[in-house]
């Protein structure tokens, strides 16, 4: 009896598991290399996630066609980011994913210059369905750096 019970509770468990899992799309033709970076899987089980440079990421910015997303805490984004920049921290992005706007490239960024936040924020959009989505290179340091435009405080 006891194992009836066992493997019922571990086949229901199975089949919530295999309900939530989401598989990852493939990038698409002429994206930049992916990258490694940990927490971030692609479906061939290697973590991967698309980059953009600052300079291309500043023309999109100037140009309105993209949304910067700052995956830093709230206390970082009012010290400085991007001006116009989104704030939705790494642990909340899942949750308000909706919140990104359709249509528009998605620049994610971090204050690491290896991307390690960003990048995993824009594999886990990437993996909910949100197009043209990228890590910026570089980071809000990088960005700072090159005196692109930046705000503090709330947005």
């Known amino acids: 009896m006891r194992k009836a019970v066992a493997t019922a509770i571990a086949l229901t468990m199975a ?8 598989p990852k799309p493939k990038p698409a033709p002429g994206q930049t290399s992916p990258v490694v970076v940990s927490g971030a ?9 698309s980059r ?4 291309d990421a500043y023309k999109l910015y100037k140009e309105g066609k ?8 709230q206390t970082q984004f009012e010290l400085g980011h ?12 899942i949750k308000r994913f909706a919140e ?7 620049i994610t ?9 960003s990048g995993r924020a824009a594999s886990d959009l990437a993996a909910h369905g949100v197009k043209n ?20 405080g709330p947005k």
């Not at 953009?52 to 300079?55: D, E, K, L």
């Not at 990104?100 to 998605?106: A, G, L, Y």
């Open 15 to 22: 089949t919530i598991a295999s309900a939530q899992y989401k």
């Open 41 to 49: 899987r692609s479906t061939s089980g290697a973590p991967m996630f």
């Open 52 to 55: 953009i440079s600052q300079a």
């Open 66 to 73: 993209a949304v910067f997303v700052d995956v830093r805490s």
């Open 82 to 93: 991007i001006k116009g920049a989104m704030s939705i921290p790494g642990s909340q992005l």
């Open 100 to 106: 990104v706007p359709p249509r528009k490239t998605v």
């Open 109 to 117: 960024y971090c204050a690491c210059s290896a991307e390690q936040s």
């Open 133 to 152: 989505v990228f890590a910026l290179k570089g980071g809000w340091s990088e960005w700072k750096a090159n005196k692109y435009p930046a705000q503090a």
